[in-house]
């Protein structure tokens, strides 16, 4: 099983930032694409952003575009999701998972979450 720890979430106001990280958990990161998805209540869960496990191949989603920044520290075993100018539609619980590149499609198991609640 691929687990993860994510965490980093909180309450921003709306041009805010905020730094997600995501921690491998019993294997090693740096084996591995990763991806960032989001699940906003009531809503699917949805890819926003995912990063090769070399870290050169990077694919964002159009509202992330501009906006958040995917990065990953194989040397530590995490991932980043930088989130600059956030806005109330940002609010979601977000999770990371180990994926396929190609595709982003999520292999690995969800972990928690950490929610960000972007308000003023």
């Known amino acids: 099983q691929l687990h993860v720890v994510e965490s980093g979430g909180g309450l921003v106001q709306p041009g805010g930032s905020l730094t997600l990280s995501c921690a491998a958990s019993g294997f090693t990161l740096d084996a591995y694409a990763i991806g960032w998805f989001r699940q906003a209540p009531g809503k699917e869960r949805e890819r926003v952003s995912c990063i090769s496990h070399t870290g050169e191949s990077i694919h964002y989603v159009a509202s992330a575009k501009g906006r958040f920044t995917i990065s990953r520290d194989n040397a530590k075993n995490t991932v980043y999701l930088q989130m600059n100018s956030l806005k109330p539609e940002d609010t979601a619980v977000y999770y990371c998972?180990?994926?396929?590149?190609?595709?982003?499609?999520?292999?690995?198991?969800w972990g928690q979450g950490t929610p960000v609640t972007v308000s003023s």
């Open positions: 998972s180990a994926v396929i590149y190609e595709t982003c499609f999520p292999i690995g198991s």
